[in-house]
């Protein structure tokens, strides 16, 4: 509970959930329930990797998670530092994350499927809505209120890195505000990431998609129907990728409306549209291949 006073309450429930498993490794090993920092060694947490591993299942990126916040509480204790420098985060590379977004079809799919007798599949659904329509995270999503509508402009400071900024209310965002009294829905992350997969899959989203898992620098790959794959995250992705083809947006433009930095935009988002680039390619030679028919 100390050490932490610099940082967001959000990002303080990430610290304290990774240090969580943490302290459940300790406590399912045998010999480790009641260690002391003397008695902390590398072996220990060495063996810590292999439980997120082996026990857990953890992917790469959660794996670095959890570590990286060890090594901050290792720090924190004053633990010798060369032992901590050691350590390694295991990561993806930007080529081996997974970029889910809805496409045009599917977006309109979602929109005109009524499942207005479920008011948590409808909460889940206007949320993932909002996201769509902003590119905002949920963690800000669920901050809209009337007082933040400003000259026809919802005017919001993200949460994670406290840029300000002026979305325009466009037609479809302001249909879903205008429910709620230009407020988010009423629901928790938790319940929109579960609810959302079933809306989804009601609104008949459910291509097939390669889902990649990387474990120790190693990519294996699963296959599920898209709908099993899509979470609130998504939501933000999908505005991002459509954002050329519904507003013309620039990648700058687009970072500036949705707060991001243009790197991060062009490594993880824009990729999420190579699907577009691959149907203007196979339409281009189709046109080509028109005109050589005409010609003969």
């Known amino acids: 509970a100390e050490g932490m006073d610099h940082l967001k309450k959000r990002t303080r ?5 990774s240090l969580g498993i943490f302290r459940e490794y300790l406590s399912s090993t045998k010999g480790l329930a009641k260690l002391e920092k003397k008695n902390l060694t590398p072996e ?3 063996g810590y990797g292999r439980f997120m591993h082996d026990t857990k299942k953890y992917a790469d990126s959660t794996h670095g998670k959890c570590i990286k916040h060890l090594r901050w509480f290792l720090k924190f204790i004053k633990y010798d530092k060369s032992p901590i420098d050691e350590i390694k985060i295991r990561k993806p590379s930007p080529g081996q994350n997974n970029i889910v977004h809805l496409t ?7 929109e005109q499927i009524d499942v207005s007798y479920d008011k948590e599949l409808q909460h889940a659904k206007d949320i993932f809505l909002l996201g769509c329509y902003t590119g905002l995270r949920i963690s800000d999503l669920k901050r809209i209120n009337k007082h933040r509508i400003v000259n026809n402009c ?3 400071t993200l949460q994670k890195n406290e840029k300000r900024l002026m979305l325009p209310l466009v037609h479809k965002l302001k249909g879903v505000l205008e429910r709620y009294d230009y407020s988010a829905p009423p629901i928790s992350a938790n319940d929109a990431n579960k609810h959302i997969k079933t809306v989804c899959d009601k609104a008949g989203i459910d291509t097939t998609i390669i889902y990649k898992r990387v474990e120790k620098g190693e990519v294996l790959e699963t296959y599920h129907p898209k709908h099993e ?14 954002a050329d083809k519904y507003y013309g947006l620039t990648p700058v433009e ?14 993880y988002y824009l990729k999420a549209d190579v699907e577009g680039a691959r149907q203007k390619m196979i339409e281009a030679d189709n046109r080509a291949q028109m005109q050589v028919l005409k010609a003969v």
């Open 13 to 17: 429930g990430t610290v304290e959930d």
């Open 44 to 46: 220990v947490i060495t």
């Open 104 to 110: 045009d079809a599917e977006l309109q799919a979602l």
């Open 154 to 156: 919802l005017d919001i």
């Open 229 to 242: 794959k899509i979470s609130m995250h998504c939501a933000g992705k999908t505005f991002i990728s459509l």
């Open 254 to 267: 687009v970072a500036a409306i949705v707060g991001k930095d243009v790197r991060t935009i062009l490594l």
